[in-house]
């Protein structure tokens, strides 16, 4: 088993920025990707940002070019850094791990991961 904690969330001005952190402990030599989603209120579940076990990162469209995910492997702990925040990613942001190898984005963001963390709110204020 994994276990997932996240740290960062917070209330911020629109234009603002954030940043999250998400240790991982246990069984963490099974992990490879991870993760971070987002849940807006009355919203589907978005995969907003993954990387892979070597840093390879990937993201939303929504998100591209304002949030930068990345990963610390020898403190096992997975960052994601939110600039230019805007109202609209209000959510609740959901640190993952994936024990999958290869999974691709598409499948990450239908499927979801195999661990979870229990979520940290971001409130961005206009």
């Known amino acids: 088993q994994v276990q997932l904690v996240e740290s960062g969330g917070g209330l911020v001005q629109a234009g603002g920025s954030l940043r999250l952190s998400c240790a991982a402990s246990?069984?963490?030599?099974?992990?490879?990707?991870m993760g971070w989603y987002r849940q807006a209120p009355g919203k589907q579940r978005e995969l907003a940002a993954a990387?892979?076990?070597?840093?390879?990162?990937n993201y939303a469209d929504s998100v591209k070019g304002r949030f930068t995910i990345s990963r610390d492997n020898a403190k096992n702990t997975v960052y994601l850094q939110m600039n230019s925040l805007k109202p609209e990613d209000t959510a609740v942001y959901y640190c993952?791990?994936?024990?999958?190898?290869?999974?691709?984005?598409?499948?990450?963001?239908?499927?979801?991961?195999?661990?979870w963390g229990k979520g940290t709110l971001v409130t961005v204020s206009s």
């Open positions: 993952a791990a994936d024990g999958g190898e290869g999974s691709s984005w598409s499948r990450l963001a239908y499927y979801g991961m195999d661990y």
């Open positions: 246990g069984s963490i030599f099974s992990i490879n990707a």
């Open positions: 990387i892979s076990r070597g840093g390879r990162p």
